[in-house]
């Protein structure tokens, strides 16, 4: 693949600049009348992993709000892996208001995510579009961190025919710098990783640790770089560090959340402490840190293969039963019934 968001995590900005476009009618002189607070409950479900209850909600948005509605549709629509019909919403929402940075970004990552999911000629023509999409982004907003950090994760990965370039990314990590220092040292860690020097990725992701005020998640990422090198204690060790962090962190759902979340996931996929993982699991589930870059209904999923696993079927059921609650749309969970 030309491109691998979902692996690492292209789609995880920060909480805060997920709800950047609720800000967007104040932000940018395109949008028109005031928030409509139906947007911010769907909003809110979604946070919360309830994506039928989200869009249920987005059906009575009022048509001040058209711009805003779209890209929120478009991002339940990525949870829920519908990446048509996200891109159709995505591509709605800039048609509606083409100066919002925060739209385009969405536009590119949905774009992302289909071509990850693609064959390599349907792939090419969406990864060059992903790339003008968060180019773009970058443009209307060059302090916009996580169109920065996106473009730079771009290209980091692709090949020069779509407009990848480690050269390229280089120069987005000098312009993370005085935007969001921990992420530029993690975009200069993947850089690195490219390059086969792996000394130097581990420094950069320790750096991103000691730079930031919220480390959980910047933990995680270390773990998922020693998981790429085999370094098994010491990823465990890790996972470790960033639960820890997490628990400081309770109320920072786009650090504590996402850490447990991932955490947990990758504990999971490289069958090691299956306990602590659902433990990971329950207690994201169980907090106030939700996020949509860690749907609630698919740890609920992940949890009813741990509850298996550790031989509670009662609990595997309920987990699943939750997961189809919340999203009667997303296909693995009706397959899990």
């Known amino acids: 693949m030309l491109l691998r968001l979902a692996a690492k995590g292209l789609l995880a900005a920060s909480l805060a600049a997920s709800l950047a476009c609720l800000g967007a009618a104040q932000a940018h002189p395109s949008s028109r009348g005031a928030l409509s607070p139906t947007l911010a409950?769907?909003?809110?479900?979604?946070?919360?992993?309830?994506?039928d209850k989200a869009l249920?909600?987005?059906?009575?948005?009022?048509?001040?709000?058209a711009a805003e509605a779209a890209n929120l549709e478009c991002r339940v629509r990525?949870?829920?892996?519908?990446?048509?019909?996200?891109i159709n919403k995505c591509q709605q929402a800039v048609r509606l208001d083409n100066q919002n940075s925060t739209y385009h970004l969405w536009l590119?990552?949905?774009?992302?995510?289909?071509?990850?999911?693609?064959s390599f000629l349907t792939a090419y023509p969406l990864a060059k579009r992903t790339r003008a999409e968060f180019e773009e982004a970058v443009r209307l907003d060059p302090r916009n961190a996580d169109a920065l950090a996106d473009l730079g994760e771009f290209y980091e990965q692709a090949p020069g025919v779509v407009g990848g370039g480690i050269d390229k990314a280089v120069a987005v990590a000098a312009q993370l710098d005085s935007v969001d220092p921990p992420r530029a040292h993690g975009?200069?860690?993947?850089?690195?990783?490219?390059?086969?020097?792996?000394?130097?990725?581990?420094r950069e992701y320790k750096q991103a640790i000691s730079a930031s005020k919220h480390p959980a998640?910047?933990?995680?990422?270390?773990?998922?770089?020693?998981?790429?090198?085999?370094?098994?204690?010491?990823?465990?060790?890790?996972?470790?560090?960033?639960?820890?962090?997490?628990?400081?962190?309770?109320?920072?759902?786009?650090?504590?959340?996402?850490?447990?979340?991932?955490?947990a996931s990758l504990l999971t996929e490289t069958h090691r402490d299956p306990a602590?993982?659902?433990?990971?699991?329950?207690?994201?589930?169980?907090?106030?840190?939700?996020?949509?870059?860690?749907?609630?209904?698919?740890?609920?999923?992940?949890?009813?293969?741990?509850?298996?696993q550790l031989g509670d079927p009662a609990a595997a059921t309920r987990e699943?039963?939750?997961?189809?609650?919340?999203?009667?749309?997303?296909?693995?969970?009706?397959?899990a019934q």
């Open 320 to 335: 699943r039963a939750a997961a189809l609650a919340m999203a009667n749309e997303y296909k693995p969970a009706a397959g």
């Open 41 to 51: 409950q769907a909003n809110a479900a979604l946070q919360a992993g309830e994506a």
């Open 217 to 263: 998640s910047h933990w995680i990422s270390l773990a998922s770089f020693y998981r790429r090198r085999k370094r098994w204690t010491e990823m465990e060790a890790a996972v470790h560090s960033g639960q820890t962090a997490a628990e400081r962190d309770k109320a920072e759902s786009a650090h504590a959340g996402i850490a447990l979340y991932d955490g």
């Open 78 to 86: 990525l949870t829920l892996e519908q990446w048509e019909a996200a």
């Open 187 to 202: 975009l200069r860690a993947e850089i690195a990783e490219q390059q086969k020097d792996y000394g130097g990725a581990e």
């Open 56 to 65: 249920a909600l987005l059906q009575s948005v009022p048509q001040s709000n």
């Open 108 to 118: 590119g990552r949905a774009f992302g995510e289909k071509a990850n999911q693609a």
């Open 276 to 308: 602590l993982a659902a433990k990971m699991f329950d207690d994201y589930l169980a907090g106030s840190a939700k996020t949509e870059e860690a749907p609630a209904f698919v740890a609920h999923l992940r949890l009813a293969r741990l509850k298996d």
